[in-house]
């Protein structure tokens, strides 16, 4: 039978612990991480602060008419946004063209782009203005009676 001294044990349990703490401390101790330096690209980064806001448009369609209803937005700002078509008995009856255009200040041609085209009555999304200019929708009702298209938004831009 071996006899091991209360002073012994004391010490091996100090001496555990102490190597315990040691080993938690250099599991804890961050790693050095290089890091590679991406150069800021354009678009990225604003100085100035866009007023962020949130509108909801009841927007009014005739039977048979066609309407584009656009904000304006600055390159990289963003918005994000939902519509319904409210008394559309066909989903199908209602085209609907989610596009942005540069503002034409000159007989030149302007840039046009489409971000999502379709038929339905509901639709959602979100962009980033890829350029200037005013982005919206371009919504034609096909059916012989009126309807509203309820549109949420919220983002960065102004309404004209």
């Given at each position: 039978m071996k006899i091991i001294s209360l002073h012994t044990r004391t010490i091996s349990l100090k001496l555990l612990s102490l190597i315990s703490a040691m080993l938690l401390l250099s599991?804890?101790?961050?790693?050095?991480?290089?890091?590679?330096?991406?150069?800021?690209?354009?678009?990225?980064?604003?100085?100035?602060?866009?007023?962020?806001?949130?509108?909801?448009i009841e927007i009014p369609i005739s039977a048979n008419a066609d309407l584009e209803y656009m904000v304006d937005m600055q390159v990289g700002n963003s918005v994000a946004?939902?519509?319904e078509a409210v008394d559309l008995t066909d989903p199908q009856?209602?085209?609907?063209e989610f596009h942005g255009h540069t503002v034409r200040t000159s007989e030149e041609p302007?840039?046009?782009?489409?971000?999502?085209?379709?038929?339905?009555?509901t639709s959602s999304g979100?962009?980033?203005?890829?350029?200037?200019?005013?982005?919206?929708?371009?919504?034609?009702?096909e059916t012989n009676s009126d309807i509203k298209v309820l549109l949420k938004l919220s983002g960065f831009y102004t309404i004209p």
């Amino acid at each position: 039978m071996k006899i091991i001294s209360l002073h012994t044990r004391t010490i091996s349990l100090k001496l555990l612990s102490l190597i315990s703490a040691m080993l938690l401390l250099s599991a804890c101790t961050e790693e050095v991480i290089e890091w590679i330096d991406v150069p800021l690209t354009e678009n990225t980064y604003f100085d100035n602060e866009p007023v962020y806001r949130t509108d909801t448009i009841e927007i009014p369609i005739s039977a048979n008419a066609d309407l584009e209803y656009m904000v304006d937005m600055q390159v990289g700002n963003s918005v994000a946004y939902s519509w319904e078509a409210v008394d559309l008995t066909d989903p199908q009856s209602l085209l609907a063209e989610f596009h942005g255009h540069t503002v034409r200040t000159s007989e030149e041609p302007g840039d046009v782009m489409f971000y999502k085209q379709g038929r339905g009555d509901t639709s959602s999304g979100y962009l980033v203005a890829p350029f200037n200019g005013v982005h919206g929708w371009y919504l034609s009702n096909e059916t012989n009676s009126d309807i509203k298209v309820l549109l949420k938004l919220s983002g960065f831009y102004t309404i004209p």
